[in-house]
């Protein structure tokens, strides 16, 4: 921790990621209140929450852009000045009621995540190149777990600001404000960002992209690479889904809570975060250790135990420790996992790397978050449980698939 503390790149580079999250966080939150107070709030929300999660899948995309960027620095602190721009402009429009300018405002906050994917992409090469490979795993995990608790600031300072104030658009300039100073704190540190100059290679093809990108990941992670992408898609899509299936137990169960509903939700979504803020930042010493696959399969257990409690005994305290153990592993995995490709990947494909990962997370979040809601509303409760822990039988079995 201590060396990370004097590595000004990497200072550098978490204090505008903190700005950024906490204005990405506030807005999202934002705009989905302000979607709710349209006549047709059911179709405007659905429009926000699809536009929200929409960029991940542009992962790919954007992950190849900012490798093929040989100023690397100077795309990532000009992008924040840009997404200011563009929250400026957000602020004008977003005093008015009209469905079109809702569009609009839509439209300009799907951009702005867009340059925040790419801009993720553009900071692994940084990362790489600025911190050593044995403390490469702390880093991104003190970045995750920073991201995380910001996330929640961002979120509980967006709803505050509208208790306060009632206006959409203080919060659009509030946002702009943190991406200005996101860009501010890069031009502060530019210098220390300069990447080495490397002969310019010929761009691969996407087929060729993907092969390195194949290789990499069996090398780093000494797994089968298809089993590894099934077994993240499949413990992501049961992970996506557990938020919701918990609120529909704690519906369920409202009058045998030991606490009220309200605060039996803050409770376990609190003891989540606080699970996940610190396994990202316990990276060091036996955590260290740790394998990837031994995190994978420990997160597997603690939701395959959660599934059996909500089956059997559905103890509520059981499921608020279950999910601070879970929060704690996913802390650990992502890491883990990033760490472990920095370390054998070249420079030119790390971006890549990146939005692989994020857009088959992306991708594999509707498997779960609808197909195993789904199946509590219309089936039964028992049968989500039952398939999840389907899922993560299969899930857990991939690990174990050779090379």
């Excluded at 979607?35 to 929300?45: D, G, I, N, Y």
């Excluded at 300072?157 to 991406?179: C, D, K, R």
Aim: hydrophobic content about 55%; overall charge positive; glycine content about 10%.
């Amino acid at each position: 921790m201590k060396n990370l503390a004097r590595n000004r790149a990497f200072v550098t580079l978490t204090a505008a990621d903190l700005f950024e999250t906490i204005g990405t966080s506030l807005f999202n939150i934002i705009l989905l209140t302000y979607a709710r107070t349209f006549a047709q709030a059911s179709l405007m929300v659905s429009i926000v929450s699809v536009a929200t999660v929409l960029p991940g899948i542009f992962s790919i995309m954007t992950g190849r852009l900012a490798d093929s960027q040989p100023n690397k620095r100077g795309w990532l602190a000009g992008l924040k000045f840009v997404q200011a721009g563009l929250y400026l402009v957000l602020a004008q429009l977003i005093t008015g009621k009209q469905v079109g300018l809702l569009l609009i405002i839509i439209v300009i906050n799907l951009c702005s995540d867009v340059f925040g994917m790419f801009s993720g992409s553009l900071r692994m090469p940084l990362l790489q190149s600025k911190v050593a490979s044995e403390q490469q795993e702390e880093a991104i995990g003190i970045n995750q777990g920073i991201g995380v608790l910001m996330q929640t600031m961002g979120q509980a300072l967006g709803v505050s600001i509208l208790a306060a104030t009632g206006n959409y658009q203080v919060a659009g300039y509030l946002n702009a404000l943190t991406f200005l100073i996101a860009g501010i704190v890069l031009l502060s540190g530019y210098g220390t960002l300069k990447l080495p100059t490397i002969a310019e290679a010929a761009t691969p093809s996407f087929r060729q992209l993907l092969q390195q990108v194949r290789r990499v990941m069996e090398s780093g992670t000494h797994m089968n690479v298809l089993a590894l992408l099934g077994s993240l898609s499949l413990l992501n899509a049961v992970g996506a889904s557990v938020d919701a299936l918990l609120n529909l137990y704690l519906i369920h169960r409202a009058d045998y809570l030991p606490l009220s509903f309200g605060v039996a939700v803050l409770v376990m979504n609190t003891a989540t975060v606080i699970g996940n803020i610190v396994g990202n930042l316990l990276h060091t010493g036996w955590f260290q250790k740790w394998s990837f696959r031994s995190v994978m399969l420990t997160t597997m257990i603690m939701f395959a135990g959660l599934f059996i409690n909500l089956l059997s005994w559905q103890n509520y305290w059981l499921v608020v420790a279950i999910m601070t153990i879970g929060g704690f592993c996913m802390g650990q995995a992502n890491p883990k996992l990033m760490a472990s490709l920095l370390k054998v990947a070249d420079g030119s494909i790390v971006g890549s790397l990146s939005g692989v990962i994020n857009s088959l997370v992306t991708i594999s979040m509707p498997i779960g978050s609808v197909g195993l809601v789904l199946l509590d509303n219309v089936v039964s409760p028992a049968a989500a449980y039952v398939t999840g822990i389907g899922m993560l039988l299969v899930s857990g079995g991939c690990l174990f698939i050779r090379r």
